[in-house]
């Protein structure tokens, strides 16, 4: 967490981050890379990854699913 920079990476909203990977092993192209969804739980300093989905099979992740996503990391970060 201490080297993760927020202005390098676009802000969803609530501690919510998309950070695009891209692949050595992939043809170059933004459209031919990963994206990783994270939350950030700034009172412990942790980054909680929520999803990883390929740009070229997946446009973009719809808003119902990430939160649903974020929802289970919630509940499991409370237990």
Do not use: Q, W
Request: aromatic share 8%; net charge neutral; glycine share 6%.
């Amino acid at each position: 967490m201490e080297n993760f920079d927020k202005n390098k990476f676009v802000h969803i909203g609530n501690n919510v981050y998309k950070i695009r990977l891209k692949c050595d092993e992939i043809a170059k192209g933004k459209s031919k890379s990963f994206r990783l969804i994270i939350f950030i739980v700034e009172d412990d300093n942790i980054l909680v990854p929520i999803t990883i989905y390929f740009k070229g099979e997946c446009e973009s992740i719809g808003k119902k699913e990430l939160n649903n996503h974020l929802e289970m990391i919630l509940l499991e970060l409370l237990a």
